[in-house]
């Protein structure tokens, strides 16, 4: 009897261990199929991860590139600006200069001005600064019979303005018109400079 339970007991045990290895073989095969399905998740994650950044990478780089495109024309437009303003300041302070130096040719000037403008209908009226007006005055004494009148206006400058019909047509010659003048005629060439 005691043979007989010895050998029950030891089939007891071993239906166990069999029992459990098997349950054992079963959660480990289980195991591995959550395994693998977890490790082909997160597989197709990185994917999809590494795709949504790729994108996001090539969308900052096209913006990346669009500002310093738009930085680099702002700089341009800046610099083609302040020495377009430099230019205009130089040139005014030149042509301010030179008719401040030369009185006389600016009188010349306004005289063959006036003489152009003799035949149109009412008078012509010559403004001038102080001291070109009176030199103006001088000049166009002869002129001054056939309605022309000079005037002064410290706002001409080293120029004149030339006031037509009653002075509803003026054209001026001062320092800063002659200088803006120039500067629109090389304006273009100064772009063209700056282009690369």
Sequence with gaps: MTQDLQQLLEKIQRDGVD???AEADALLADARVKAASLLDAAQA??????????????AFERRAEETMRQAARDTVMKVEKAVTHLLQRLLLENV????????ELVADLAAEAVRAHLGSKGGVEVAAATKLADVLRAKLAAEAAKGITVVTDEAAGTGFRLRLANGRVEHAFTGSA???????QLRPRLAALMKP
Aim: hydrophobic share 45%.
């Design 45 to 58: 994650e990185a994917v999809k991860v590494k795709a949504e950044a790729r994108q996001e990478a090539e």
């Design 96 to 103: 301010n200069a030179g008719f401040d130096a030369n009185p």
């Design 178 to 184: 002659v200088a803006e003048t120039l500067a629109k």
């Design 19 to 21: 029992k459990a290895q």
